[in-house]
């Protein structure tokens, strides 16, 4: 009769992270709700035109990253 091999450590992945990996998921978080913010304010700044998220996301995201 074969017998079944013991799982070590946590292998449910519905359970929460360590708490370093939650405050480095909500620091992401927060990141990327900055540069929303930010691609949003230089898409008023342009005059509220479509056609150039791209640029505004990556103005943002250097600007709040760098």
Do not use: C, F
Not at 7 to 20: E, K, L, R, Y
Not at 55 to 65: T, V
Request: charged share 30%; hydrophobic share 30%; proline share 3%.
């Amino acid at each position: 009769m074969a017998s079944k091999a013991k799982t070590v450590g946590n292998t449910d992945t519905t359970q929460p992270g360590t708490a370093v990996e939650e405050r480095e998921r909500l620091l992401h978080s927060t990141r990327e709700q900055e540069i929303r913010n930010r691609a949003y304010d230089i898409y008023l700044q342009r005059g509220a035109q479509p056609g150039n998220e791209v640029e505004d996301w990556l103005q943002a995201e250097h600007e709040i990253i760098t």
